[in-house]
């Protein structure tokens, strides 16, 4: 079985396979553009943009929205992550928190799949902090500036052990569980 992962992030598609292997499936990186809608729901987000990908004729795909939530910051980036990513990037993300005590901030990520014309939405979470400093050279995004247990950020962890405990790993765990089921 094969099922798209509709993304522009290569690092992404990686993590899924990697968690999908014991299950036989295999992922294809598959670029599809689609609209995102703005609102500060990640579900909301996925679902809209998985009733555009099926309008477009695609089946048997994965996509997913992932959102840094900080606690100081009222929980932005959230689900504007990519676009503040895109814009600030992980310096000025250090800089929003220049001085700021409350280090508090956790990763989301939400999971929409479809397969045999059935849809799965799923949404896993991992709490930890940003650090003060950027660190390690893995992963991709926010990975070097979040640490889920105040030691290691993502970033310096092998994709194994971020998958053990990350956002998505947490998420696409959930997804496994509801595939096993259909």
Known sequence: MKLKVITSNPGKVAEYQKAFDELGIEMEHYRLPYDEVQTSDLEEVVNKGMDEIIAKGVRDFIVDDT????????????????????????????????????????????????????????????????????????????DPIFSPDGKLTFAEMSVEDKNRISHRGNAVRHLIEELKTI
């Open 67 to 142: 959102g840094l939530f900080i606690d100081s910051l009222k929980g932005f980036p959230g689900v504007w992550s990519a676009y503040a990513q895109k814009t600030i990037g992980n310096k000025g993300i250090l800089k929003l928190m220049d001085g700021v005590e409350d280090r508090g901030a956790e990763f989301r990520c939400c999971i929409g799949c479809d397969l045999d014309g059935k849809r799965l939405v799923v949404v896993g979470v991992c709490r930890g902090v940003i650090t003060e400093e950027a660190k390690g050279t893995d992963g991709f995004g926010y």
